[in-house]
């Protein structure tokens, strides 16, 4: 079945270290691919978005995502994670042929101080 | 811009009653999308519209939900009659016509259902 993986239901990571938000996809072409952020009683925020070009892409808050097309993936990261991440994050896939935004269950992030 | 709007921020009311749920999407958004939020079945798609048409209902979950687009600048989603069950955060969302812009959320309207 097509789907939206995201593995982590919840990690926790210290403030200023690294942070890696796994996504994988299982859809027949590569698909348009969005991170969004969500905070407590918020609506979703986009933090960056890949539909071709360079597989590094940057967005807001000092995100950045990599786009692998062998292993079907598109993996969240941050240098150094600030308490002000803590967030529920989404990947979202929106198919080639259609227009409909699919998404993953979330990972919610708790930053330790 | 002011974004997408939504209202009621928060909702509650009494099973049986009728909910009425709005959202003004962003001027020049070809797309419009109602999802639903929960903690068993996370963001949940219930509908979307293109140019004021419902393209796909499919995830409606039953008869007692309907939503509607008059006009390029408001959609509404009602529940009738509501239950427990339907207790939920519903998000309205807006994109223009490239599917690679990524959609714009409203900030969601939070309903109760006693």
């Given at each position: 079945?097509?789907?939206?993986?995201?593995?982590?239901?919840?990690?926790?990571?210290?403030?200023?270290?690294?942070?890696?938000?796994?996504?994988?996809?299982?859809?027949?072409?590569?698909?348009?691919?969005?991170?969004?952020?969500?905070?407590?009683?918020?609506?979703?925020?986009?933090?960056?978005?890949?539909?071709?070009?360079?597989?590094?892409?940057?967005?807001?808050?000092?995100?950045?995502?990599?786009?692998?097309?062998?292993?079907?993936?598109?993996?969240l990261r941050k240098p150094s994670v600030h308490w002000s991440d803590a967030a529920e994050y989404f990947c979202a896939v929106v198919r080639y042929n259609n227009?409909?935004?699919r998404f993953g269950a979330g990972t919610r992030l708790t930053v330790k101080p | 811009d002011a974004g997408v709007i939504q209202s009621?921020?928060?909702?509650?009311?009494?099973?049986?009653?009728?909910?009425?749920?709005?959202?003004?999407?962003?001027?020049?958004?070809?797309?419009?999308?109602?999802?639903?939020?929960?903690?068993?079945?996370?963001?949940?798609?219930?509908?979307?519209?293109?140019?004021?048409?419902?393209?796909?209902?499919?995830?409606?979950?039953?008869?007692?939900?309907?939503?509607?687009?008059?006009?390029?600048?408001?959609?509404?989603?009602?529940?009738?009659?509501?239950?427990?069950?339907?207790?939920?955060?519903?998000?309205?969302?807006?994109?223009?016509?490239?599917?690679?812009?990524?959609?714009?959320?409203?900030?969601?309207?939070?309903?109760?259902?006693?």
């Open positions: 079945a097509q789907s939206v993986t995201q593995p982590d239901i919840h990690i926790t990571v210290s403030e200023g270290a690294s942070l890696e938000l796994r996504c994988n996809y299982s859809y027949g072409a590569t698909p348009y691919l969005f991170w969004y952020v969500q905070s407590p009683g918020q609506g979703l925020q986009l933090l960056l978005k890949y539909f071709s070009g360079d597989t590094l892409v940057q967005g807001i808050k000092g995100f950045e995502a990599e786009f692998k097309r062998s292993q079907s993936s598109f993996n227009n409909d935004m | 009621p921020r928060h909702e509650v009311t009494e099973m049986g009653q009728e909910v009425t749920l709005r959202c003004k999407p962003i001027s020049g958004h070809d797309y419009l999308f109602w999802y639903r939020q929960t903690m068993m079945r996370g963001l949940e798609l219930l509908i979307y519209f293109n140019n004021n048409v419902p393209i796909d209902d499919s995830g409606m979950p039953e008869d007692r939900f309907s939503a509607k687009m008059p006009n390029a600048s408001f959609s509404t989603l009602k529940i009738q009659p509501s239950e427990p069950r339907d207790s939920a955060v519903y998000f309205c969302a807006s994109s223009p016509p490239d599917r690679g812009y990524g959609y714009t959320f409203g900030s969601g309207t939070r309903l109760t259902v006693v």
